[in-house]
C-alpha cells in the first residue's frame, strides 16, 4: 500500500475500464471521516451505495458466556454516541453525503439491527430517498444470547432505497432468478455470518473488526443491483468486504475509512484477489433487457415484404401486413398486437408470438425474424 498527499490507499489496479477522469479515486479507499471525505467525490458518480453504519449497540457492561468467558462485542470508540439525537444528527450528515455522489438511478443498501435501522429508514424517508424493499439476512449460526433475558437476536435489516420515486434503479431480476435455482429471489436471504479463514484476525488471532460482513451477502447485493464496471461506495470501510467483492465481480469501489489498521487489512485483502474478466461476469438478462425492435424495422430490413401474409399457429386467423407495418385482417386494422388481439376478441396480445411467417410447410413466430435484426445489431 501506497498513502498518497490526498490521504487515498490504493490497491490492485482494476481491469475495467475505467471512466475517462476518475481513475484518481477509482478503486481505493479514502481515509478520513465519510462525509468530509466524500467531498472529494464528483456528484452523481456512484452507482450503488453499500452502507454498514455505526449500529450505536448501546452495551451495558462486559457480555460473558456461561464458562464466564467474555464476549468480543463491538465496544470500539466508533460506535458509540452520546444520545439519540447525536445519532440521528450523525445519520443524517452521512446520507446527505452519499446521497450528493449518487447517480439519479443509482441504489443504496443500509443495513443494521434493531438499535439503529428504523432511525435510519425514518432519515431516509424524509431526506427523499424511496425505499424500495427491506430484506432481512436470517443467520444460519447467530451468537446466543448468553443472558437469556430476550430472544436470540438472528437477523438483521437490509434497507435497499433509491435516490427518489422516480429513479429508475438496476434490479437484475433475470440473473437473480438463475441464481436462485429458478424461483424469484426472496426478501429472506438465509446466510452464514463471517466465520472460518474469510474472518480476518492479526497477529494474536483477535478479530481485526468486530463486524465484519461475510462475502455472501455482498455478493448477493452487487449481484441484485449493479453491472460489471459499475462503481460501488462503501461509506463504512472497514476491513473491505465491499472492495473484495467488487473486484471480483469486475466492479469499481471507492471506500471511506478512519482506522489506519482496518485500512491495511482491506488493502492486502483486495490485493490477494483476483480480478475477475470477461465471459465470467455477464450476467443473464430478461427480455425486458432488449433492445426495443418495432415491427417495422423488419420491413426496412427486407425480412417482411409489404402484402406478406401472416398467420395464427394453426392458421385460423390472417392478416396481411401493410406498407406501414400495420396489419389488416378482414374489417380490422391495426398493429401486429392490436389486430391479433381483435381476431380472438380479446383485450391484449403479443403479437410477436401469436402472428406467423410461413417457411416452406411450417409456419415460424415473427418473433424469430426479430431475433434474427438482434443478432445483426450486436454482429
Not at 445519520?91 to 446521497?99: N, Q
Not at 441464481?179 to 463471517?194: A, E, I, K, T, V
Amino acid at each position: 500500500m501506497r498513502v498518497l498527499r490526498t490521504g487515498v490507499s490504493t490497491v490492485a489496479p482494476h481491469p475495467s475500464h475505467r471512466p475517462a477522469g476518475e481513475a484518481a479515486w477509482l478503486d481505493t479507499i479514502l481515509k478520513g471521516d465519510c462525509v468530509a471525505a466524500l467531498e472529494k467525490l464528483p456528484a452523481k458518480s456512484v452507482d450503488l451505495v453499500f452502507a454498514d453504519p455505526p449500529y450505536n449497540l448501546q452495551l451495558g457492561g462486559d457480555l460473558h458466556r456461561p464458562d464466564q468467558s467474555k464476549v468480543d462485542a463491538c465496544d470500539d470508540h466508533w460506535d458509540q454516541f452520546e444520545s439519540f439525537e447525536a445519532y440521528d444528527a450523525f445519520t443524517r450528515a452521512w446520507l446527505l453525503a452519499v446521497r450528493r455522489v449518487m447517480k439519479d438511478d443509482g441504489s443504496i443498501y443500509v443495513i443494521g439491527s434493531y438499535h439503529n435501522i428504523f432511525r435510519v429508514g425514518a432519515i431516509l424517508q424524509d431526506l427523499g430517498f424511496w425505499i424500495m424493499n427491506d430484506i432481512v439476512w436470517l443467520k444460519s449460526n447467530p451468537m446466543p444470547n448468553f443472558r437469556g433475558k430476550r430472544f436470540t437476536n438472528a437477523h438483521e435489516t437490509i434497507i435497499w432505497a433509491t435516490k427518489s420515486k422516480e429513479s429508475k434503479p438496476t434490479f437484475n431480476y433475470d440473473a437473480l432468478k438463475v441464481f436462485n435455482d429458478d424461483l424469484q429471489m426472496r426478501s429472506d436471504w438465509h446466510l452464514p455470518l463471517c466465520t472460518g479463514s474469510e474472518r480476518l484476525k492479526d497477529d494474536a488471532g483477535q478479530k481485526v473488526h468486530p463486524t465484519q460482513k461475510p462475502e455472501s451477502l455482498l455478493y448477493r447485493v452487487l449481484t441484485a443491483s449493479s453491472q460489471p464496471g459499475d462503481i460501488v461506495l462503501d461509506p463504512f470501510f472497514g476491513t473491505g468486504t465491499t472492495g473484495a467483492v467488487a473486484k471480483k465481480l469486475g466492479r469499481h469501489f471507492v471506500g471511506v475509512e478512519r482506522e489506519q489498521d482496518y485500512i491495511d487489512a482491506a488493502t492486502a485483502r483486495i490485493e490477494a484477489i483476483e480480478a475477475g474478466s470477461g465471459v465470467s461476469l455477464e450476467m443473464q438478462k430478461g427480455k425486458r433487457a432488449e433492445k426495443r425492435i418495432p415491427f417495422g424495422t423488419l420491413l426496412e430490413s427486407g425480412l417482411l415484404e409489404p402484402g406478406t401474409e401472416l398467420s395464427c399457429a394453426k392458421g385460423k386467423h390472417l392478416a396481411i401486413v401493410r406498407a406501414d407495418g400495420s396489419l389488416k385482417s378482414g374489417d380490422h386494422t391495426g398493429s401486429i398486437h392490436k389486430v391479433g388481439a381483435l381476431v380472438q376478441g380479446q383485450e391484449a396480445c403479443n403479437g410477436w408470438t401469436f402472428w406467423h411467417v410461413k417457411k416452406g410447410r411450417s409456419r415460424s413466430p415473427i418473433d424469430e425474424l426479430r431475433k434474427e435484426i438482434r443478432s445483426r445489431l450486436q454482429a
